[in-house]
C-alpha cells in the first residue's frame, strides 16, 4: 500500500507530539521515584502523556506499573512489537548548547532538543504509522503493540519489568539505531575503575566529571583547597602555552575545569574526552601520584584498550572504551567505564584482559552491567523483510546490513532487531549538545514502519 499521502496528514501532529514529548525532561530522577512512578516524575509523565496520545488514536493502551506501556491494536495468536524508549540522558552542559535543550525549537528545518533523535522522534512516528495503517483499513490478522519503555538509558530495567509480566512478542524491532538495518550489537560491558584519592599534595575538595557512563565526558572539574600557588601557576603555564581547552579560577578555593566534545560511549574516538584531559593536565604539572601515572599509561585518551592490552577485534569491529564519569567518594575515586567488545568475544575474555591489563596499577576493577551481543545473519527473514521495507520508500538498495557498538532494546527479548531510525547522511547526534531530527524525516520513518509492519502481518 502507498501510505505516503495518509502520513502527510499527520505531518503537524506529529511534529506537535515530538515537541510535547521533547518539552518533557525525561531522565531519571531517583529522588522523585516512588512506586507508581519508579524512575521518577520525568519519565513517567513521558509515558502517561505517550499512552494518552495513543488512545486518543483509537488504540487499547495499558500502563503496567510506570515502568513501561503499550498500546495495541489487531487480534490473533500472533503479535508484531515496536520497542521505542521515552527515558533520555541528562543534557550535560547547557552552555554546549545553542538552545534550550528542554524546549524543541525548530530551526533550519530541524528539530533541536534532548530525545528528538534518541528516542522520541521513532515513537512518534510508529505511533502514527500505526494510526495510518488503522486508517488505510489494514487488516490486522496479527496484534501489533508498541511498547514504550522509560528506563533504557540507564539498566533496561522497564523491559526487565516487562519480560516478567507481561506477554512476549513473535517477532519485532526496535528503531533505536541507524538505517537500513543493524544485524548484529556489541557486547556492553559497564565497570567501575577505583583508586584512592591521591594527588600529591593536593587538598583536594571536589572532583567529578561526566553525567553518564555510555556518554563521552564533555566536561570535568576539581576543587582545590590549602596550599595551592605553586599548582596554580603551573596550571596558568600549561594553559597559555599548550593551548588547552580548560579554565582555572582562583579565590580562597583553586577551581579547575577542562572541556571535551561528547559523543556517544559506543563512539568514544569521536569524542574528546574532559575526564582524560584532565588527568594529561596533571601529568605536564608533573603532579607526584601513582594514580595520575597508571591513568595516563593505561588509559589516557586511548579509546580501544590497547594501552592496556585489552583492544580485541574481529571481522564486525573493535573493542571500545569510554572513561564516562568520575566521582569522588569517601576519598575514592570512582570511574564509570563503558566498554563495548566484540561480537565473537566472551565476557570471560573481555575482562580477563582488562584486569591483566591493570593489575600491576593502583587502580581496582568491578563489574555493574553486562549484555551479551547479539547477531543475526544478513539471510534472516527479519533482516530481510525490513530491509525491503526500507528500499520500497528510500529506493535505497547500496546499503548493506552492519553491527553496531550501540546497546538497543533488541536484547531485551527474542526475535528482536534494531530498524533505523537515524539515517546515516543526517550524522549521529545522540547524546551529544544540539541533538536533533530533521522534520523531513518523521515522515519517512513513519513511512518505513508502515511497509515494515505490512511485511511482518504478511509473514
Not at 564519569?325 to 582488562?354: A, H, M, N, W
Amino acid at each position: 500500500m502507498d501510505y505516503k499521502n495518509v502520513i502527510k496528514q499527520y505531518e503537524s501532529e506529529m511534529i506537535e507530539g515530538l515537541q510535547e514529548l521533547v518539552r518533557i525532561k525525561s531522565v531519571e530522577d531517583i529522588a522523585t521515584a516512588t512506586k507508581e512512578m519508579p524512575y521518577g516524575v520525568g519519565p513517567y509523565k513521558c509515558l502517561e502523556y505517550t499512552l494518552n496520545l495513543c488512545e486518543s488514536l483509537g488504540m487499547k493502551t495499558v500502563n503496567l506499573d510506570g515502568h513501561v506501556g503499550w498500546a495495541e491494536v489487531g487480534s490473533g495468536e500472533e503479535m508484531i512489537a515496536v520497542l521505542t524508549h521515552l527515558d533520555v540522558v541528562p543534557e550535560g552542559d547547557v552552555k554546549t548548547w545553542s538552545v534550550p535543550p528542554y524546549d524543541a525549537i525548530i530551526k533550519d528545518g530541524k528539530m533541536i532538543g534532548r530525545g528528538t533523535s534518541d528516542n522520541k522522534s521513532p515513537a512518534i512516528a510508529s505511533i502514527y504509522a500505526l494510526k495510518s495503517m488503522m486508517d488505510m483499513n489494514v487488516k490486522f490478522n496479527k496484534r501489533i503493540r508498541l511498547i514504550f519503555g522509560t528506563n533504557e538509558e540507564t539498566g533496561f530495567g522497564c523491559m526487565k519489568h516487562y519480560v516478567k509480566r507481561a506477554e512476549l512478542p513473535t517477532v519485532g524491532f526496535t528503531p533505536d539505531a541507524s538505517f537500513p538495518i543493524i544485524h548484529g550489537e556489541k557486547g556492553i560491558l559497564q565497570l567501575e575503575f577505583k583508586s584512592r584519592l591521591d594527588l600529591g599534595d593536593l587538598n583536594v575538595k571536589s572532583f567529578e566529571g561526566g553525567v553518564a557512563t555510555n556518554s563521552v565526558p564533555d566536561k570535568c572539574e576539581i576543587v582545590i583547597q590549602g596550599k595551592f600557588n605553586s599548582f596554580v601557576d603551573k596550571v596558568k603555564e600549561i594553559i597559555d602555552t599548550h593551548n588547552f581547552d580548560a579554565i582555572i579560577e582562583v579565590s580562597d578555593v583553586c577551581k579547575i575545569i577542562t572541556f571535551g566534545e561528547s559523543s556517544h560511549g559506543s563512539t568514544p574516538e569521536e569524542g574528546v574526552n574532559a575526564i582524560s584531559k584532565m588527568f594529561k593536565l596533571f601529568a605536564e604539572c608533573e603532579i607526584s601520584s601513582n594514580l595520575v601515572n597508571d591513568y595516563n599509561s593505561k588509559i589516557a585518551e586511548c579509546t580501544n584498550g590497547e594501552l592496556m592490552g585489552s583492544d580485541l577485534s574481529d571481522e564486525f569491529g573493535s573493542l571500545t572504551m569510554n572513561v564516562g564519569t568520575l566521582e569522588l567518594v569517601d576519598q575514592e575515586i570512582v570511574f564509570g567505564i563503558d566498554v563495548r567488545y566484540p561480537i565473537s568475544k566472551s565476557l570471560e575474555q573481555v575482562i580477563e584482559k582488562i584486569k591483566e591489563g591493570l593489575s600491576r596499577s593502583v587502580i581496582s576493577v568491578d563489574e555493574k552491567f553486562h549484555k551479551e551481543p547479539i547477531y543475526y545473519e544478513k539471510t534472516d527473514q527479519l533482516v530481510t523483510k525490513l530491509l525491503n521495507a526500507y528500499r520500497e520508500v528510500t529506493n535505497d538498495y547500496e546499503s548493506e546490513p552492519f553491527t553496531i557498538g550501540g546497546g538497543s532494546y533488541a536484547r531485551a527479548m527474542p526475535n528482536l532487531i534494531a530498524f533505523g531510525a537515524c539515517f546515516i547522511e543526517d550524522g549521529f547526534c545522540a547524546h551529544q549538545p544540539n541533538e536533533f531530527i530533521y522534520i523531513k524525516r518523521l515522515v519517512e520513518q513513519a513511512e518505513i514502519y508502515c511497509n515494515a509492519l505490512e511485511n511482518l502481518l504478511e509473514g
